[in-house]
């Protein structure tokens, strides 16, 4: 999801070109979900605030995603 970041986050340190849209990432994590794989972890590099909230904002947002669709995970596989 490097490409995601970049798009929404231009200034990071190893620019990559290309990528998910936010919600074609979020819709792939819920597609995995949906075919009854469990999510046991998950990794969000290189987010962390810039000079403004916008870095911050766009990180925290698809920590959330990630973090209820792993719940939903394991729900489905308990």
């Not at 490409?3 to 919600?23: A, D, N, S």
């Not at 990180?59 to 394991?74: F, H, V």
């Amino acid at each position: 999801m490097t490409g995601l970041i970049q798009k929404l986050c231009p200034p990071r340190v190893h620019p990559v070109p290309g990528g998910l849209e936010f919600t074609q990432a979020t819709y792939l994590i819920s597609e995995v979900v949906k075919s009854g794989r469990k999510i046991i972890g998950f990794d969000l590099c290189e987010v962390a605030p810039g000079a403004g909230e916008w870095d911050a904002n766009v990180g925290a947002r698809m920590l959330w995603e990630l973090s209820q669709w792993t719940i939903e995970s394991q729900k489905q596989n308990s």
